[in-house]
């Protein structure tokens, strides 16, 4: 199957497209008696499927016009990513003071210092938000250290200051998936609110984690409705401030639990930290402050700087994962930004951690791929950015030079990272659950307003890899509707024998 990618380059070139002669016609009657069913007369349909075995087109249709990809685009983040940084690339965060240690007091400030590691929080520690926070306390005890004389400052120079997406939109700024970005990340930048049908017409019971923060403030105007009504959620942060108003409508004897965003993670990050720091009986005189707020900046050259303790991340590999099998839009975006911290380009009109910087390190892959940049369009990580523009035909190059990538471990974390058919835990947890296609298709799944994609792999009945891109855009049917027709073509896929 490792064939060479000029040929396959060479054949994605060739126009008209050069169909497989044998077995292919009964699919792609199959194919477009799906796609023209009168109900996507408004709709706009790209599909690319290839058979990465000897680089023939299985079916094509409308596979260089540019889409809305959604999620989709975090395919063209990851890869570029693990090429360039390494599978086993790992962020370092590390624990400052500016000052000496007299009689257990830090004559000085603590500082956070972020590297852009998305995952600080309760992911990797099984749900323990805040171990990270405790094992530095332990540090702390350590070197006999009750009191800090100074302030908590969280530093996140490593990315710029741009906390969104462009083009984001702002109905979905409450939401996990609209995160803020920073350098420096806690929880996902989100409180997470549980709550709990009383009885009805009463408030319903609120509990939030981490460890009911005060960092934000939370107003209850939930009611607690019979326990035969449907839960009906309302939530809003207003815009800059981290107050949120709750209006849900909750059943009685119904938990629920929604995570929302806050505003300006590296605060929140610190603001925690002091409360845990507190927990533990380790004394803060000063208060939590974004390093942006300082008339001058750190300087961790100077010889009355010291680190405290330093924290290593989980491997690339593992965070990848998280961002294609759960499409978590936060790590795409701080994934996006670490490839512009830690690979740039020779751009001066580009800042180094920006989103700007990151797209540009990426084209590198892309342009490897094979990929002619000039004819898409990618402004965020994520693909919440309706702004984004990709074609069936880039992203099946995009997977055809993973499959063929001379660097086999980088393959390997690519296609690993993927969610597989019926997959519990990961986007195609409830699709492709039944037939050839479970446990067989490795996809990447994306939403937005009338847009649904599906792009990734699966293997023939006869064993052969194929490297499909599934695109609709425009349509007034129902995203299940939709989805329904994409997982149809998988499946068909699925049983292809040429």
């Excluded at 497209?17 to 349909?45: C, F, K, M």
């Excluded at 105007?221 to 449907?230: E, G, H, M």
């Excluded at 303790?309 to 294609?324: C, D, G, H, K, W």
């Amino acid at each position: 199957m490792r064939r060479s990618l000029g040929i396959l380059m060479l054949t994605l070139g060739l126009a008209p497209a050069v169909w497989s002669q044998n077995g292919t016609a009964s699919l792609r009657q199959a194919i477009d008696r799906l796609l023209d069913r009168p109900e996507y007369r408004n709709a706009h349909w790209g599909v690319l499927v290839l058979d990465l075995r000897d680089s023939t087109v299985l079916y094509e249709r409308h596979s260089r016009k540019n889409f809305i990809p959604a999620s989709v685009a975090k395919l063209f983040v990851t890869a570029a990513a693990l090429e360039q940084l390494g599978p086993d690339f790992r962020y370092v965060t590390r624990l400052w003071a500016d000052g000496p240690v007299v009689d257990g007091v830090l004559q000085g400030n603590l500082i956070v210092r972020g590297a852009g590691d998305p995952a600080i929080g309760g992911r990797f520690t099984e749900g323990d938000r805040t171990a990270l926070f405790r094992a530095w306390a332990d540090s702390l005890r350590q070197r006999s250290i009750h009191t800090i004389a100074g302030d908590l400052i969280g530093d996140d120079d490593y990315f710029d200051d741009t906390p969104l997406g462009a083009g984001w939109s702002w109905d979905d700024l409450t939401y996990w998936y609209a995160a803020e970005i920073s350098a420096l990340s806690f929880n996902d930048n989100c409180v997470d609110i549980t709550l709990e049908g009383t009885r009805a017409g009463r408030p319903a019971r609120l509990h939030w984690e981490p460890l009911r923060t005060t960092y934000v403030q939370l107003i209850n105007q939930t009611r607690t409705v019979p326990p035969n009504r449907s839960l009906r959620e309302r939530y809003e942060r207003k815009p800059g401030t981290n107050t949120i108003l709750l209006r849900s409508q909750v059943p009685e004897g119904r938990v629920e639990t929604e995570s929302l965003t806050i505003s300006n993670p590296t605060r929140y990050f610190v603001h925690v930290l002091q409360e845990v720091l507190t927990r533990e009986g380790i004394v803060v005189q000063g208060r939590p402050v974004d390093v942006d707020e300082l008339p001058e900046k750190p300087d961790y050259t100077q010889p009355h700087f010291w680190i405290v303790a330093t924290y290593t991340s989980p491997p690339l590999r593992e965070m990848i994962r998280i961002v294609n099998q759960r499409s978590q839009n936060l790590y795409a975006e701080m994934v996006l930004r670490t490839l512009g911290t830690e690979r740039p380009v020779a751009d001066t009109t580009r800042t180094p951690g920006s989103a700007a910087m990151g797209l540009a390190a990426a084209a590198r892959t892309w342009l490897k791929a094979g990929i002619d940049t000039s004819q898409i369009r990618m402004v965020d990580g994520s693909g919440l950015s309706q702004l984004n523009l990709l074609s069936p035909e880039a992203t099946v190059r995009l997977l055809a030079y993973m499959a063929l990538h001379p660097q086999h471990d980088v393959w390997e974390a690519f296609y690993a990272s993927l969610p597989a058919g019926g997959q519990i835990g990961t986007t195609l947890e409830y699709r492709l659950r039944q037939g050839m296609a479970q446990g067989n298709v490795r996809a990447k799944t994306g939403t937005l307003s009338n847009a649904s994609s599906l792009a990734g792999y699966l293997r023939a009945a006869d064993g052969r890899l194929l490297a499909f891109a599934l695109f609709c855009n425009h349509y007034t049917v129902s995203t299940a509707r939709v989805r329904a027709t994409q997982d149809a073509i998988v499946e068909r896929l699925a049983r292809y024998r040429p």
